[in-house]
């Protein structure tokens, strides 16, 4: 069975202060990871995935195997980046196309 | 601008009274999918088309139902609604391919039980 794990619901911090946004996963065959971002009165889209390795609008992830996290990180916050964060899990190696999402972390930031 | 259309974003419907909620792309995708989302939670998925294939969850209940009668189009259909089935419920489509092809998301259509 797969589960994703993001164990903050509401994430505040100041306009400029580093950000770290968790997530952990389970998953017994090989994972692929990603971060959906969700800001006000828009839709649910694509942040980054872990297979490309970039950094999108300032933020990065490592999928961490070791740990089964994938946890998002910005060094300097923007009051921009304030959204709701899904991090969301596709089992590759199944061939399933769907995404299993975890419950979401709103992050605040504060001017 | 090709987008993922979904219809309407607010729906009313009795207790036990059949709803539609329909999901249109102007995408080409071939793959289709429907979550629900109640409040505070994560999007769960309920079902998704490749092409006219249809892949149901097993958890899913059968009192939720789709249709894809082409492939721009895709509802969802909701037999007797209940009050739990309140929830958002959000359209995706993706392209076919090797590996993961990210996910376009609708805006969603937001169901009320009375």
């Known amino acids: 069975a797969q589960r994703v794990t993001q164990p903050e619901k509401l994430l505040s911090v100041f306009k400029g202060a580093p950000v770290e946004l968790k997530c952990n996963y389970s998953y017994s065959g090989s994972p692929e990871l990603f971060w959906y971002v969700q800001y006000s009165r828009q839709r649910l889209q694509l942040l980054l995935r872990h297979i490309s390795r970039e950094s999108i609008k300032g933020f990065t992830a490592d999928l961490n195997k070791g740990e089964t996290s994938f946890h998002l990180k910005k060094p300097f916050a923007q009051e921009e980046d304030s959204a709701m964060y899904y991090c969301a899990l596709s089992g590759r190696d199944t061939g399933r196309r769907a995404l299993t999402f975890g419950s979401g972390t709103r992050l605040q930031v504060q001017p | 601008d090709a987008m993922v259309i979904q219809n309407p974003r607010y729906q009313v419907t009795q207790f036990g009274k059949p709803v539609t909620l329909s999901c249109s792309q102007t995408l080409n995708h071939n793959v289709m999918y429907w979550y629900q989302q109640k409040s505070s939670q994560a999007p769960k998925l309920l079902f998704h088309y490749y092409d006219k294939d249809f892949n149901n969850e097993a958890d899913t209940p059968d009192n939720f139902q789709s249709r894809r009668p082409n492939t721009s189009f895709c509802f969802l259909d909701i037999r007797s609604p209940g009050l739990g089935d309140a929830a958002m419920y959000l359209c995706?489509?993706?392209?076919?391919?090797?590996?993961?092809?990210?996910?376009?998301f609708g805006d969603g259509t937001r169901l009320s039980i009375l």
């Open positions: 995706a489509t993706s392209r076919p391919g090797q590996g993961y092809q990210p996910q376009h």
